[in-house]
């Protein structure tokens, strides 16, 4: 069973960028579909961008032309770059298959204030 770690939160101003990443115990080359779901206080779990096993990428409207996601197989990790990020992005981030069917990892928060 494929266990994931999110990594790369934390607190950044309103324009600001991070990058996340999705570090994953076994091999994700097999996983057709990996993407990125966040969760903000009192929402429910949303699925922000996904990315296929050879490099299509779809992001909700939310988040389109500031966000990318991006997969290296090899190194069994998924990554999000967050550009020009807004409070609404506050949340805690997660990574999983496109399906969320994989186990949780415990998500890496991201915070958006000045």
């Known amino acids: 069973q494929v266990q994931l770690v999110e990594s790369g939160g934390g607190l950044v101003q309103p324009g600001g960028s991070l990058r996340l990443s999705c570090a994953a115990s076994?091999?994700?080359?097999?996983?057709?579909?990996m993407g990125w779901y966040r969760q903000a206080p009192g929402k429910q779990r949303e699925l922000v961008a996904t990315i296929g096993s050879g490099g299509r990428t779809d992001y909700d409207d939310s988040v389109k032309g500031r966000f990318t996601v991006s997969r290296d197989n090899a190194k069994n990790t998924v990554y999000l770059q967050m550009n020009s990020l807004k409070p609404e992005d506050t949340a805690i981030y997660y990574c999983?298959?496109?399906?969320?069917?994989?186990?949780w990892g415990p998500g890496t928060q991201v915070t958006v204030s000045s």
């Open positions: 999983n298959s496109g399906s969320g069917r994989l186990v």
């Open positions: 076994g091999s994700i080359s097999s996983i057709y579909v």
